[in-house]
């Protein structure tokens, strides 16, 4: 079984600027591309951003400049740095990981979900 847990989110002011984490835990091997995406009332889910193993990373356009995806593979952990916030960035950031187990298969999990909020 393997855990993902969000933490870092809340209300902040357009223009500001939040850190998100996401640590994997359970029964891993190794981690391959870890993702983060997020979604707004009435909308879809969609992708933020994605970084690999290696570190190679890509961004949604509409935060390409203002979010920076980067990971820590010793602690299973995954972080998005938000800055120049813009309340259409408010939305439930979701946490995602294909995760190689100890047996050797492969697995996606998502995290439980942690709420941004941009606001004046």
């Known amino acids: 079984q393997v855990h993902l847990v969000e933490s870092g989110g809340g209300l902040v002011q357009p223009g500001g600027s939040l850190r998100l984490s996401c640590a994997a835990s359970g029964s891993i091997r190794s981690i391959a591309t870890m993702r983060w995406y997020r979604q707004a009332p009435g909308d879809q889910r969609d992708l933020v951003a994605g970084?690999?193993?290696?570190?190679?990373?890509n961004y949604a356009d509409s935060v390409k400049g203002r979010f920076t995806i980067s990971r820590d593979n010793a602690k299973n952990t995954v972080y998005l740095q938000m800055s120049s916030l813009k309340p259409e960035d408010t939305a439930v950031y979701y946490c995602?990981?294909?995760?190689?187990?100890?047996?050797?298969?492969?697995?996606?999990?998502w995290g439980q979900g942690t709420q941004v909020t941009v606001s004046s």
């Open positions: 995602n990981a294909v995760v190689i187990l100890l047996s050797g298969y492969s697995r996606n999990y």
């Open positions: 970084i690999t193993a290696e570190g190679a990373t």
